[in-house]
């Protein structure tokens, strides 16, 4: 079974649309995060949420908007896409009950291959 | 400001031979995390492992190995007896739990072990 799943794997879009992409893990934790991965395999974090609520919004454009529904599904939506928005985007999810403590190791999910034209 | 250094942008060895990978960070802080991920060609992060700043303890887990040192603020990471299948980049990463309890990841070394 998967443990961490995104969809779609890949995604190739024009500039200007609004995209989503979906997270969902079946581990029963309860902190989920965003990653943003460039072209320069440089990986930083974007959100966190811990049952359903967010913890971490680091400085990223509000085009990108968290949407958790439960615990098990993080999606990210991306309004107004921009060719620099091209990259790979990792789901992670951790137990950690807090939400604060990011030293609970990660799953990540395989990734989703965004490309803006 | 805590800050992971690997540098090693690029590593090529032949099979069977062992290879070290670098990792220097830096933190003020005195409770803190590391971590080392692997990013196969495939794609997916997959963790490797963690330790906390008060176990500097090394670590080994069959053909890997660990070498944590706080008088040189370096988790270094061995691979004994590569194997082609090790090949992918790996990352070092840093959880600070005071400081918005962000991980940061180092720029990651990519690992090319030849037949």
């Known amino acids: 079974d998967t443990a961490v799943s995104q969809t779609p794997k890949y995604l190739v879009t024009q500039m200007g649309n609004d995209k989503s992409i979906k997270c969902e893990q079946n581990?029963?934790?309860?902190?989920m995060y965003w990653y943003k991965q460039d072209s320069k395999k440089f990986l930083k974090i974007m959100f966190s949420?811990?049952?359903?609520?967010?913890?971490i919004n680091e400085t990223v454009p509000n085009r990108f908007s968290p949407k958790s529904p439960d615990k098990a599904h993080l999606n990210l939506h991306i309004n107004s896409l921009e060719l620099g928005d091209s990259a790979v985007y990792f789901c992670?999810?951790?137990?950690?009950?807090?939400?604060?403590?990011?030293?609970?190791?990660?799953?990540f999910g395989p990734g989703t291959r965004l490309t803006v034209t | 400001a805590q800050k992971v250094t690997q540098a090693q942008t690029e590593i090529s060895v032949v099979e069977k031979e062992d290879v070290t990978l670098d990792c220097v960070y830096e933190?003020?802080?005195?409770?803190?995390?590391l971590f080392w991920y692997k990013q196969p060609p495939s794609g997916e992060l997959v963790f490797l492992i963690r330790?906390?700043?008060?176990?500097?303890q090394n670590e080994i887990s069959g053909r890997y190995s660990w070498n944590f040192q706080k008088s040189t603020s370096s988790f270094n990471f061995t691979i004994t007896a590569s194997q082609v299948v090790d090949s992918a980049v790996y990352f070092c990463?840093?959880?600070?739990?005071?400081?918005?309890?962000?991980?940061?990841f180092g720029k990651g070394t990519r690992l090319h072990i030849l037949p």
């Open positions: 992670a999810s951790s137990q950690d009950e807090s939400g604060r403590a990011l030293w609970p190791e990660q799953y």
């Open positions: 581990l029963g934790h309860d902190t």
């Open positions: 949420y811990n049952n359903k609520e967010l913890i």
């Open positions: 933190t003020r802080d005195t409770t803190y995390y």
């Open positions: 330790r906390n700043s008060f176990d500097e």
């Open positions: 990463a840093l959880s600070v739990a005071n400081r918005d309890d962000k991980i940061i």
